[in-house]
């Protein structure tokens, strides 16, 4: 579904983490799933230190963005597969499939949605090696989680001193 020429939803499932990366195999997903538990878990115990040391309001919001997109992406993970039947190219997921799920617990894939393809263009002929190709910026598929961690993350980097100090 397009939004003008600079937002659609596009149903994209991520089968591993950023970029659709992965670790390999059945147990490459469940690591990664457990990974996303235990440091969700060590998130926790940091903001409950950060309350504890009267961190400044603004470090304790960023570090629970964080957390609060690492959870939907690990309901994500854990859920989906059991919740809806397998898509493909052609075949949007269901809901609740009569015969259950395309997967088991902890290896679903993630659900990712928004993209803001903000340039479409093509390079122009005269510039070596990319002439006439495609050019796209910002090409990827992301999820509401994906911009919680990202803000938070990159927030906490460019004011750090503020919040450290």
């Known amino acids: 579904m397009m939004f003008g020429n600079w937002f659609e939803l596009h149903f994209t499932e991520n089968p591993g983490m950023a970029f659709g990366l992965t670790l390999g195999g059945k147990w490459g997903k469940i690591v ?3 990974f996303r538990i235990i440091a969700s878990g060590l998130i926790i115990f940091y903001i409950r230190e950060l309350l504890r040391e009267g961190a400044k309001t603004g470090m304790i919001v960023l570090v629970s963005l ?6 939907g992406n690990i309901i994500d993970s854990i859920f989906y597969g059991q919740l809806f039947s397998a898509s493909s190219y052609h075949q949007i997921a269901t809901a609740l499939p009569s015969d259950g799920g395309y997967a088991p617990v902890f ?3 993630v659900v990712d949605m928004l993209y803001f393809p903000l340039i479409d263009t093509f390079w122009p002929d005269w510039i070596p090696y990319f002439g006439g190709f495609r050019f796209q910026f910002f090409r990827p598929v992301f999820n509401i989680a994906d911009a919680a961690i990202s803000v938070g ?3 906490i980097i ?5 919040f450290l100090t």
Do not use: D, E, P, Q
């Open 32 to 34: 990664l799933t457990l």
């Open 66 to 71: 964080i957390l609060a997109g690492a959870v």
């Open 107 to 109: 290896m679903g894939k």
């Open 158 to 162: 460019i004011f750090r001193k503020r």
């Open 153 to 155: 993350v990159f927030s």
